[in-house]
């Protein structure tokens, strides 16, 4: 890459550009890989000979074996299936709920730290509110006004679920961008495009944002991994996934008891969470560095 | 109903704490240091001495006995402030303890017409603060616990039925009766309100004796970390000359299973109440440092069905439920649960077989199932029921006694979070009922909302369920429970916001049943009528008994004298409890 000259840029697309410098980060394709095949495996979990449900009491707590991957669980199910069946919730909610709180907490934190005045006065006091709400009793109160309705699919909606957990979050990511901003939108380089005529917009979207995006895609692993724990939470409150419904949470949770007689209860869904999370924060490596412009516009 | 409450602030720590293997944070030789300290202080009369560590998985909220219905509490306070006039021995029999005798017919102490009860103290008793204890402290105990805006939620059956309490000298207590009442040595089983140390009756639940208490038991409270321990010290003015044996009593807080047993390994703990493991596994692991005993409890597990429907904005027992309405479909999903398996593979045989609400005590009523498992006579009921196989597998109506034609057979069960025996039932039962075609949906909730109250909308006071699970218990008189739960006149409403018939039962054959029970003073007599009623409970099935738990406590080796009783807590007879480290 060191041949490329500066004015070789413009000949290459943007967006190639970024795959590019994105795949040079191995690990990152390497992350993108095990998250497809952890996808894909969860899509595909019917293919398993087992039931996520059905039950052999008097074959439980069966260590690892070629029949049972992950061996069986307190009713001798499969855990291996019980983990496959539990990654379709685990990583639906944690992707799309960390995504969501992210996309929030940039909107808030964006206009807040970038206009400033009244606007980041009223944004911010909104944020500071939900911070200071105790979750536990929004989350009680939530689950009060739920159970009074007859409607089971409201109740034990994963799509609930995720707009709880993206509604509880938005504000650490809000408070986030928003400093980020209020310290580049007094940078030179955003002078110089104001001074040339770059609307408001350009200026976040094309300038401060890209410059912003690294500490924003490490909170949003961070988010992400505190997604899939939330969730096993939330079900300990009468929302969301009910057992038997598999999730990695649920099943993490269940096994502690057990962890003395088997230990593997315990350590394979908690490899998953761990496999997960580190794939996310390789990939935000790989986009951090894919997007950083300061490694785009020199090529390096 | 032995649940942790739960916080999703700490689930995430919980996890953590679980994936480090749950090691201690101590060394051991850390405790033996501050055991060694009290050891040296021990009064000459006073036994061994020492300190005992006893490991419990949540902290009570409160140390009154009276203001709580949680059953930690009672593990907590038996030591310190449930020192009453008798107490309930592990043979199911009263045994006086301040009191110099139980009344009786025979000593005069129960009048003949039954309406006046004679309390005699034992001379020159005192409370923890060195204050006499007299009779003037039974009277105040009565007005607490007959004020109806104490806030009483335990041990206040039949309080309202005493008039007045007379006390004639500091030692005696003469209460007179409006109507009789069997169970009146009950009533000052669990202890004594100091009228000079608590406060106002209806301010009960907010005293600060509550988390504090002057009592008349063997520990006095020194010291309350929250969240991590408890610490009692002797009670010098306790009424037994010599005792309590011990030193210090330090009840440490961990709410993590596998850390508790951790604890216990390396000697941290020396009592273990409710261990996670079974006992040959718990055995097994703490290879001679502790063992853990079994003992059969009160806590019954029983699924309640709602006959009226639900969200139908009326608590009341009309209109019947579309599905469970049908005596023929709760005699299906009777028969259609495999209790043997449910028993032996899936609870391990940590509980023993339940077929009625009297399985304890001498109320106990030994009747057979009244539908044992047949599945496949579950499905003849629903087929006669007017239910047939949809195209999923899961019935529909047709022709149905209430529901409409295409209604599904699909039911809500709800139980409370946090309890793995709990889940794991019903994680079973409802792979039982999707075999014959009911889908049962488990909705668990906090242990706050399922036993919520009635203000609160909890789902079983304003009968939006479909069908509940959970434990339930009495002590050793029935009467004051079982007529709660069964009368007709006691269905939850807005105007008796504290009726427990779940179920909107109306059955006026237990109606008579339970006024019998409720006035007759020969045992006999009152056993039968509680037998009468199990059986209208088995003909109806408003709810259908599953088992009954067993209490676990984990007690090392080198701890004596304790007794475990199904009608006392981990602490009942800790005066008696001697240590050598």
Redesign the interface.
């Known amino acids: 890459m060191t041949e490329s000259a500066p004015g070789s840029i413009k000949e290459q697309s943007m967006a190639r550009m970024i795959l590019r410098r994105f795949f040079k980060h191995r690990l990152a394709g390497l992350a993108i890989v095990l998250l497809a095949i952890l996808s894909l495996l969860a899509a595909f979990a019917g293919s398993s000979p087992y039931s996520p ?3 052999a ?2 074959n ?1 707590y069966q260590p690892p074996s070629a029949s049972h991957w992950f061996g069986t669980d ?3 199910r499969d855990v291996f299936t019980r983990i496959l069946y539990g990654g379709r919730v685990s990583l639906t909610v944690g992707l799309i709920s960390s995504s969501l709180s992210i996309a929030l907490g940039i909107l808030v934190g964006a206009l807040s730290g970038y206009f400033g005045g009244w606007l980041d006065s009223i944004l911010m006091r909104i944020t500071d509110a939900f911070l200071t709400f105790p ?2 009793f929004v ?2 109160l939530l ?2 006004f739920l ?2 309705q ?1 409607y ?1 699919w409201l ?2 909606s994963v799509l609930v679920v995720i707009v709880i957990i993206a509604s509880l979050s938005w504000m650490w990511p809000a408070r986030l961008v928003r400093s980020l901003f209020l310290v580049l939108r007094e940078r030179e380089f955003v002078s110089a495009t104001r001074a040339l005529g770059g609307s408001d917009a350009r200026i976040i979207i094309q300038h401060i944002f890209p410059n912003s995006i690294g500490p924003i895609l490490v909170s949003m692993t961070l988010q992400m991994a ?1 997604a899939i ?2 969730e ?7 929302f969301g996934v ?3 419904t598999p999730t990695w ?1 649920s099943i ?10 088997a230990p593997w209860l ?1 350590f394979y869904p ?1 490899v998953m969470i761990f496999i997960t999370v580190m794939a996310i924060n390789y990939i935000g490596d790989g986009l951090r560095d894919a997007f950083d412009p300061y490694v785009i516009h020199t090529g390096r | 109903m032995k649940v942790k409450l739960f916080t999703l602030f700490v689930l995430s720590g919980l996890i953590l704490s679980s994936c480090g293997g749950g090691s201690g944070t101590q060394t051991p030789g850390a405790t033996q240091a501050s055991t060694a300290a009290p050891a040296a202080t021990a009064t000459p009369e006073a036994g061994g001495g020492g300190t005992v560590s006893l490991i419990i998985p949540e902290e009570p909220t409160t140390l009154n006995y009276f203001a709580a219905d949680a059953a930690i509490v009672r593990q907590v306070a038996e030591a310190t402030a449930m020192t009453g006039l008798d107490t309930i021995d592990q043979n199911g029999e009263y045994q006086p303890v301040l009191t110099t005798e139980l009344p009786t017919l025979d000593n005069g102490g129960l009048s003949q017409d039954y309406l006046t009860v004679t309390w005699k103290l034992k001379p020159d008793l005192k409370w923890s603060d060195g204050q006499p204890l007299t009779s003037d402290d039974i009277k105040f105990t009565w007005e607490v616990l007959s004020n109806p805006n104490s806030g009483a939620l335990s041990g206040a059956g039949g309080f309202d039925l005493i008039q007045s309490v007379d006390t004639p000298d500091p030692l005696t207590a003469v209460l007179s009766y409006s109507s009789p009442y069997p169970a009146y040595l009950s009533q000052f089983a669990y202890g004594l309100l100091p009228r000079h140390a608590a406060g106002a009756p209806e301010d009960m639940i907010n005293w600060d004796w509550d988390r504090k208490p002057i009592g008349a038991g063997p520990f006095v409270v020194t010291d309350w970390q929250s969240g991590q321990s408890i610490t009692m010290g002797r009670n010098p003015y306790y009424y037994e000359a010599g005792k309590p044996y011990l030193d210090q009593l330090v009840f440490r807080i961990v709410p993590e299973p596998a850390a508790q047993t951790a604890m216990m390994m390396q000697g941290e703990g020396q009592v273990h109440l409710w261990p996670g493991e079974l006992p040959d596994e718990y055995d097994s692991l703490l290879q001679g440092k502790a063992s853990q005993v079994l003992v059969p409890g009160i806590w019954n597990m029983a699924i309640d069905f709602n006959l009226s429907a639900p969200f139908d904005g009326d608590s009341g027992p009309t209109p019947p439920h579309p599905i469970l309405g049908d005596l023929l479909v709760r005699q299906a999903i009777a028969s259609a649960i495999d209790y043997d398996t449910l028993i032996h593979d899936v609870e391990k045989d940590s509980v023993y077989t339940s077929t009625n609400p009297f399985e304890y005590g001498w109320s106990k009523c030994d009747l057979p199932r009244p539908f044992p498992y047949n599945p496949m006579k579950a499905m003849q009921l629903l087929e006669q029921a007017g239910w047939v196989v949809g195209t999923d597998g899961i019935r529909v109506a047709r022709g149905a006694l209430y529901a409409k034609d295409g209604t599904r057979l699909s039911l809500e069960l709800q139980g409370y979070t946090n309890f793995d025996p709990l889940q794991n039932t019903e994680e079973f039962i409802v792979e039982n009922f999707k075999a014959v075609g009911i889908e049962a949906r488990i909705q668990n909730y906090d242990f706050s909302i399922i036993f919520g109250t009635y203000a609160d909308k909890s789902p079983r006071m304003i009968g939006d369920f479909d069908m509940l699970i959970f434990d339930r218990g009495f002590g050793i008189d029935p009467q004051e429970y079982v007529a709660n739960a069964y009368r007709s006149g006691n269905i939850p409403s807005e105007s008796n916001q504290n009726g427990a018939n779940y179920f909107r039962w109306v059955n006026l054959t237990a109606d008579e049943l339970l006024k019998t029970a409720g006035s007759h003073f020969d045992q006999a007599t009152r056993k039968d009528a509680y037998c009468q009623i199990a059986q209208q409970v088995n003909t109806d099935l408003p709810q259908v008994y599953l088992y009954l738990f067993q209490d676990g406590y984990g007690f090392a080796n080198n701890l004596t004298g304790y007794t475990v009783s199904t009608w006392g807590s981990m602490t009942w007879g800790v005066q008696n409890w001697q240590y050598k480290e």
Do not use: W
């Open positions: 449900t059905e039950q009491p008097a439980d307190e009713l001798g979750t536990i989350l009680i689950s009060a159970r009074e007859p089971p109740k034990n505190a724990i939330t096993s939470g939330l079900s300990y409150l009468g009910q057992p038997p949470g993490l949770y269940t096994a502690q008891v057990h962890v003395f007689k315990a908690g």
